[in-house]
């Protein structure tokens, strides 16, 4: 059943795409994001779903579009100076499986063409929320369920990712912390009132489903968005008595495994072996980047089993923290950190070019945010206010993961180039009636954007 479901799927996808490039674009990240052929068990397994939306999308591009316009912004050319030197350092890499380690970036290639489509293809507020409905009916949605289960298991069912890179219960927790924001956008700007409470329900669900990933890192991501939408809301006071009353309470119908986990974090630099572990990992990233701080090791260069064997004995003294010597049957563990990822896969240039994407995009965010606000184009606000939030989330709890390469994180830029070129229409109010539609929308929503909104 899965199957047909999917044959169906990429038939209508493949129809609408080619018609509307857009569509193309949310089909191509709810796959990437989903992984549906990972759901299906028979034929459908074989199919190239992404392969086969891409080219459509781009065929669509070429031929149906009909004003194409390509604008290098300083985003723009950030990531693909990114590009370029992954490209670079693949060439110099360290790993023993060159044939993998190329195929890793074929891989990465694939997200940043879906970075620069984004910026090709996505041009008004219609095609923008397209995009982000399909990112949370990917992402939200499967947390949503997994969250139902947890309930209904009362809080014995592990919450773990299906979709490839974000099988990882810690990473599906980044993930769900970083759509939390677009799922709230969503609320603000949504008209009917059915899917709005629909919205409400999937809120609950996801910061929930949070909480049943037993994640910690989740959970402290968690609790950074709470305080951001604290500091942002008109009603401090009152979340602030809320909170007072009501975390108690719910504290303790968590479960006490769950409890546990989370106490754990005081004493997880002494005891926990999975905390020991990513110690590990940073300390020999960080040795590959010395010595070789122009190109790093390569894609996962800290998972190399030679890489790894070669620097494990130095790494109890090395660095201001001391930690006990790796044991001899310890397999080689994922950097866990997306900072001391890029920097022993790409060295420290790699690092400086990375932290400078994640910073211009932010940069450029806020200033998108206020001069939505400044304009009166509530959603142009909000949607630049939630994105903020994503990037805020992903920079901190990307300190416990290994997704420096997910494809969210590069549709989020992409999304923030185009906000960015969508400016200077938004100042002169001339994009597609926004004053018109913004003033409309905002008294039926003002509840929600008073609580929300800065």
């Not at 300083?74 to 060159?98: A, K, P, Q, R």
């Not at 993998?100 to 290639?109: A, H, R, S, T, V």
């Not at 969250?147 to 993930?175: E, M, P, Q, W, Y």
Request: hydrophobic share 50%.
């Amino acid at each position: 059943m899965r199957d047909l479901f999917l044959v169906g799927f990429l038939f209508v996808a493949i129809y609408y795409s080619f018609k509307r490039p857009y569509i193309g674009m949310a089909a191509w990240v709810w796959i990437a994001l989903t992984a549906p052929a990972e759901w299906a068990f028979g034929f459908s397994q074989d199919f190239r779903l992404n392969l086969t939306i891409v080219l459509v999308t781009a065929l669509s591009w070429l031929f149906v579009t009909k004003h194409k316009s390509f604008q290098m912004t300083t985003l723009s050319f950030w990531v693909m100076l990114f590009g370029i030197w992954t490209l670079i350092t693949t060439g110099f890499h360290l790993n023993s499986d060159s044939d993998w380690i190329w195929g890793y970036w074929n891989q990465f290639l694939k997200i940043m063409a879906l970075f620069f489509f984004i910026t090709l293809t996505l041009t008004k507020r219609l095609h923008i929320d397209t995009f982000i409905w399909a990112i949370v009916l990917s992402i939200s949605a499967y947390a949503g369920m997994e969250a139902v289960k947890f309930v209904l298991s009362g809080g014995s069912h592990r919450i773990t990712g299906r979709a490839g890179i974000i099988a990882d219960r810690n990473d599906l927790a980044v993930a769900i912390n970083m759509c939390i924001p677009l799922v709230i956008y969503l609320i603000q700007v949504t008209k009917h009132k059915l899917v709005r409470q629909g919205l409400w329900v999937l809120l609950l669900l996801n910061i929930l489903s949070i909480i049943g990933t037993f994640s910690r890192g989740g959970f402290i991501g968690l609790s950074v968005l709470a305080f951001a939408f604290w500091l942002k809301s008109n009603r401090k006071l009152v979340w602030a008595l809320v909170a007072v009353i009501m975390l108690p309470v719910a504290y303790q119908y968590t479960p006490e495994d769950w409890r546990e986990r989370q106490s754990s974090v005081r004493t997880a630099a002494q005891e926990d072996n999975s905390f020991i572990g990513r110690i590990w990992a940073w300390k020999i990233s960080t040795m590959i980047a010395l010595d070789n701080p122009v190109t790093g090791g390569g894609f996962r260069a800290v998972s190399e089993p030679t890489l790894w064997n070669y620097y494990a004995p130095l790494t109890p003294e090395f660095g201001p923290v001391y930690s006990k010597p790796i044991p001899d049957n310890i397999r080689p563990k994922a950097a866990h950190n997306i900072y001391f990822q890029v920097l022993g896969d790409h060295g420290f240039v790699g690092l400086f070019i990375f932290l400078m994407m994640l910073l211009i995009a932010l940069l450029n965010n806020m200033k998108n945010a206020r001069i939505g606000k400044k304009n009166g184009v509530y959603w142009y606000h909000q949607l630049s206010n939630a994105m903020t939030l994503s990037l805020v989330g992903y920079g901190i709890t990307g300190m416990n993961v290994s997704l420096a390469y997910f494809d969210l994180i590069y549709a989020i830029m992409g999304l923030v180039v185009v906000m960015t070129l969508l400016r200077q229409k938004i100042i002169a109010g001339q994009s597609d009636g926004i004053k018109k539609q913004s003033t409309s929308a905002e008294p039926k929503d003002s509840r929600v954007a008073g609580e929300h909104a800065g």
